[in-house]
């Protein structure tokens, strides 16, 4: 279980993370979604002790990091895989691990096992693994201390097809175990491959999080309007439920309900369609285009109520 | 459907209560096993093992320099300590460096700080390390020193058996404190500056360049002719050497300049690591 309420981090003006609150549930996988520089890796330093926030909390088992006596019997953490010493092997790094939780030192060779590094390659050092090497490496240490949570920064970085799917199969034994996974990943097709729930974080803030399910197949209208605040203030005036990213409104309208209230707004319509799913991944791609354009990564102006 | 969405996700209650239920709490890391880790951390890695390779191979080197080179009259236990003890002095606090700013520059603090997040103890067994390290290191030395001075004992005869243990115990032990004090000088960079290169370099500056720069200040300023001894340490450290005691006065500038190379920046360096963000 993990609980980040009301997380804030800045660093001068900038907040990097904005008021997030979200919850990671045992037995489930939170995928963290957002573009590069949306806050992710800031919330997860944060949540590991790593960094200190600016005001809010970040708990896991209903503890602060830093106050786990032995957090690595309790939380699995991977934030980058090439955070690691280029002049140890493998197995060194293991092995550290292994003593610094006093672990019996035959683990070492089972997570070896587990996340498929052979002797040979655990005797390299950590300078010539690759990348997916070195996550399947961070994994070993991560899992090394049998923990009940796991905190994965993209994991799935440097990984092959082959690796991803069996990252994700360990993650999914994982949480059906009754773990709790939470990662992060910049990229909408992992989350939505693994992830039971999701939270959408852009410019620091919260944008969207529920059930996958929920946010994928989500139900509902989009339109595509020039003048989408108007549209979207309209739909609310009309009782439904609108959001608005850039030039495209999402509702809980009906199509005819949204033409007939577009219509009577006096607002041509560019687009309109029942938005199938479409909701998260035009959202994600209007977010990543934010953030790519404008620096200080302003999130996009919501309108309409929560979920 | 909304991306507006800012309430958590929220758990149900029994599922919260049956994962903290579920929850086996283990005792805190002891102070033991971090300093058996940190131990091996030092000589496990390519650079740490070099520096330690290349510090025996100077003290011994040093040991056939003195009996290949010097004439036999100075062979004495005196003369290989100084020889074995000069590389040493340059190389030991390197150790101190790798352990502390080599988390930093390899980024392996970060899993390090996860793993024993309260930071304050992983930089307490650091330092217990590199006191130990002084410790082991002079041993060493000593009976490198007692060995090279054995057989120059029996290559010289018996003529010269008398003058051969010359270092009185006093002397020895001060010359332990001169290597603890160059250990913390490299600590304490570390610690503050957080990059292997910078404080092996701020180190080598401390200990060559910095006693050359004060007489040489001193030379032409006069208010900084009587402060030189209080504030500059190398100095200092070396009133520490000889067969003569340093006097009362040797001694607190010794403090003072503890004080403020090692005590003070390290205070500092120390609050501030606790809580710098690691990346």
């Known amino acids: 279980m993990i609980t980040i309420d009301a997380l804030t981090k800045r660093y001068g003006d900038f907040a990097a993370v904005d008021d997030v609150s979200f919850t990671a549930r045992p037995g489930r996988v939170t995928g963290f979604l957002g573009p590069n520089g949306a806050g992710k890796s800031t919330t997860l330093r944060v949540l590991t002790g790593l960094a200190t926030p600016t005001s809010g909390t970040a708990t896991v088992l209903g503890h602060r990091f830093a106050d786990l006596p032995d957090p690595g ?45 052979t002797r040979a390659e655990a005797a390299r050092r950590v300078r010539d693994y690759s990348l997916g090497m070195r996550q399947r ?34 993650l999914r ?32 803030r919260i944008v969207a999080s529920g059930a996958s399910e929920e946010l994928l197949s989500g139900t509902g209208t989009l339109v595509r309007a020039d003048d ?4 979207a203030a309209a739909l609310t005036d009309a009782g439904h439920q609108a959001t608005r ?63 | 459907m909304t991306s507006t969405t800012t309430s958590p996700a929220t758990a149900s209650p029994t599922s919260g209560t049956s994962d903290v239920a579920r929850r086996r709490v283990p005792g805190p890391v002891p102070f033991g096993r971090l300093v058996g880790v940190e131990v091996r951390k030092t000589g496990d890695t390519r650079s740490s093992r070099w520096i330690l390779l290349a510090l025996g191979l100077l003290a011994a080197g040093a040991c056939a320099v003195v009996l290949g080179f010097m004439p036999s009259e100075t062979w004495t236990y005196g003369t ?37 997040p309260r930071r304050g103890r992983v930089v307490a067994a650091k330092a217990a390390v590199a006191a130990g390290y002084v410790v082991v290191t002079m041993a060493l030395a000593f009976g490198l020193a007692a060995l ?16 051969l243990w010359d270092v009185p115990v006093g002397q020895q032990l001060r010359l332990v404190l001169f290597m603890a004090v160059a250990m913390a000088v490299g600590f304490t960079l570390a610690v503050v500056l957080r990059h292997t290169a910078a404080a092996m370099v701020g180190y080598l500056l401390i200990a060559l360049v910095l006693p050359n720069l004060s007489s040489l200040l001193a030379s032409v300023q006069d208010w900084y002719r009587d402060a030189a001894p209080w504030v500059e340490i190398t100095s200092a450290q070396y009133n520490l050497l000889g067969p003569d005691a340093p006097t009362g006065e040797q001694w607190a500038q010794l403090g003072t300049t503890v004080l403020l190379w090692i005590v003070l920046p390290l205070t500092l360096g120390v609050r501030r690591l606790l809580r710098v963000e690691i990346r």
């Open chain 1, 137 to 170: 490496l961070g994994i070993a240490t991560a899992l090394l201390g049998d923990p009940q949570v796991l905190v994965l920064d993209e994991p799935a970085n440097g990984l092959d097809p082959a690796g991803i799917r069996w990252m994700r199969d360990l």
């Open chain 2, 148 to 163: 090279c001075t054995l057989v120059a004992g029996a290559a010289a005869g018996d003529d010269a058996a008398s003058v």
């Open chain 1, 228 to 231: 989408a605040a108007v549209l």
């Open chain 1, 73 to 117: 019997h309790e939380v699995g953490v991977l934030l980058d895989a090439s955070a690691q010493h280029g002049g140890r092997t493998g197995r060194e790094t293991l092995v550290l691990a292994q003593r610094t939780m006093g672990l019996p030192p035959t683990r070492v060779d089972d997570m070896l096992d587990l996340v498929g590094l």
């Open chain 1, 173 to 204: 034994t994982f949480a059906d175990d009754g773990g709790t996974v939470l990662l992060s990943s910049h990229l909408l097709a992992e989350i939505e491959a693994i992830a039971d729930d999701i939270v959408v974080i852009g410019g620091g």
């Open chain 1, 245 to 307: 990213t850039d030039d495209v409104v999402l509702t809980d309208a009906a199509l005819t309900d949204a033409g007939h209230v577009a219509f009577r707004a006096g607002i041509p319509v560019t687009e309109l369609r029942a938005a199938d799913g479409a909701g998260l991944e035009e959202m994600f791609l209007e977010l990543t285009a934010t953030t790519q354009r404008d620096a200080t990564g302003a999130a996009p102006a919501p309108t309409g109520a929560a979920a």
């Open chain 2, 80 to 116: 290989f300590l100084d020889q074995i003890s000069y590389p040493l002095a340059l190389g030991i606090p390197m150790l101190a460096v790798l352990s502390v700013a080599g988390e930093w520059g390899q980024r392996s603090a970060l899993t390090t700080f996860t793993l024993v």
